[in-house]
């Protein structure tokens, strides 16, 4: 008899099969037992019949429970009526563990509740999906990075300096001194790209963010690619190729689940090249013609960005922000210096801001000048100043949120629910 996973039970009709997973889902009619089960690849419902089964299995199922743990062999066939399309008479039924009373009901249930019982809130269908899509947008991502010839080099997550300022930083102890979690590992991929050529990390990045919002988690995912020769425009091409290819490939190999979600995916099929450029200036320009507020100098709130990603039918890039706003290492715009070569992503349907990414000071000078303008401890950046000093040039990177990419691709309120363990200001469990 075959050990198989629900996933595959097209290719066994009318076999005898083993299964072996959870089930989800009850309902008895005296000699019956309908048994919804799952076992993570997929979902089909056991008819447990009396009349068929041996008499422990008969007992086990008359005795079951949700989420209870078990072992099914029998045979499946195609079932019409059924919303998986299948059904498995079972002759045999193995409890592994009765399950005690599982506290997710069909009822609905507080977002808070769900959160306190996120260890379990994840068997759900929907969580679920969600994490399937999640994989695959890492899958494609990498994929991507790969065929694009950039080359995984990835960065410390414990650091003695900062790289996005000193507000959202979360230190701690380093035996007898002080590091700081990661908030992008910007600095160190410019290092790889000037031995590489093109680089890319991927991994947990970390901010004290002390704002409540749908965007913001404190440990987040970020793809932060880097690569030398290349300039802002040139690094909008990379970006723009790599949201279109994968929302493309995602949407192929993730039909299921985005169904399951119930996700439009109307919208994700115009995310393709080119997506419209707009300088800083003439988004603030747009914003205050549609009526919402705000001053030239000023960064986007979330509100403003929603604004502007309504605007369009795919994602948008922001480009030449005022220096003021923006950190140490962006590259002025020649003739301009008070606005910088960089550009943000933001997402459409109001998903904010999706990518941050810029042109880099690539001269010794400036880039000490602005260092002390931030006055940035000189002694823990020496190493990054040496790559101005040895073969600079210029070069662009920019930083991707795993999650916002997320959040946007499933269509989702919250980004807590594109992540499985999610660390919110006022959430470190489970
Ligand atoms: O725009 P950010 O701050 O850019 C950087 O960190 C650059 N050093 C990246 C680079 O050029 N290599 O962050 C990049 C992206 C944002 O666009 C957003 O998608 C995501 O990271 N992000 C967050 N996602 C979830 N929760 C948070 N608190 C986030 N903060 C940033
Ligand atoms: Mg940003």
């Keep these: 008899m075959k050990k198989i996973s629900v996933s595959d039970i097209a290719q066994h009709l009318g076999q005898e099969v083993e299964l072996k997973g959870w089930a989800f889902n009850l309902r008895s009619s005296g000699s019956i037992v309908f048994l919804q089960f799952r076992d993570g690849t997929g979902r089909i419902q056991g008819v447990v019949s009396k009349k068929e089964v041996d008499a422990p299995s008969w007992e086990q199922a008359a005795d079951l429970t949700i989420e209870s743990s078990v072992v099914l062999v029998g045979t499946p066939k195609e079932e019409a009526r059924s919303p998986f399309g299948y059904e498995l008479d079972v002759k045999t039924l193995t409890v592994v563990q009765k ?10 249930h507080g977002i808070e509740f769900l959160m306190d019982h996120r260890h379990l ?13 999640r994989d695959e947008v890492v899958w494609q991502l990498r994929k991507f990075m790969k065929e694009e010839g950039f080359v995984l080099t990835d960065s410390p997550i414990l650091t003695p300096t900062s790289c996005e300022g000193t507000t959202t930083l979360f230190e701690t102890e380093y035996f007898d001194t002080k590091a700081y979690l990661a908030q992008s590992g910007q600095l160190y991929i410019e290092a790889t790209a000037s031995a590489l050529g093109k680089v890319y990390d991927f991994g947990p990045t970390f901010r004290a963010e002390k704002s409540k919002t749908r965007r913001h988690l404190t440990e987040f995912w970020m793809l932060d690619a880097e690569a030398a020769y290349v300039e802002n425009d040139g690094n909008m091409d990379i970006q723009e190729k790599m949201i279109a290819t994968v929302v493309q490939n995602v949407l192929t190999e993730c039909a299921d689940e985005l169904a399951v979600i119930e996700r439009d995916v109307k919208p994700l099929l115009q995310v393709q090249s080119p997506f419209p450029r707009i300088r800083y200036d003439e988004a603030v320009e747009k914003l205050n013609a549609a009526g919402t507020k705000m ?3 000023s960064d986007f709130g979330g509100d403003e960005e929603t604004v502007l990603s309504k605007m369009y039918d795919r994602p948008v890039f922001i480009t030449h922000y005022p220096k ?25 349907e109001g998903y904010g801001e999706m990518i941050g990414g810029s042109q880099r000071i690539h001269d010794l000078k400036l880039l000490e000048k602005r ?9 823990d950046f020496e190493w990054y100043l040496d790559l101005r ?6 070069h662009s990177g920019f930083g991707l949120g795993l999650e916002r990419l997320v959040t946007w691709i499933c269509g989702l309120e919250h980004v807590r629910e594109a992540i499985p363990f999610p660390r919110l200001i006022n959430r470190i469990r489970p």
Excluded at 99 to 108: D, L, Q
Excluded at 329 to 348: H, K
Excluded at 389 to 394: A, H
């Design 121 to 133: 809130w994840i068997r759900s269908p929907r969580q679920v999906a969600i994490l399937r899509v």
């Design 371 to 379: 260092m002390k303008e931030f006055k940035l401890p000189r002694k």
């Design 99 to 108: 399950a005690e009373e599982f506290p997710i009901g069909k009822k609905e």
């Design 324 to 348: 003021s706003v923006k950190g140490f290492y962006f590259q002025p715009e020649e003739g301009n210096p008070e606005r910088v070569l960089n550009s943000d992503l933001i997402a459409p």
């Design 295 to 297: 001053e030239l100098g």
């Design 389 to 394: 000093r040895y073969g600079s040039v210029p």
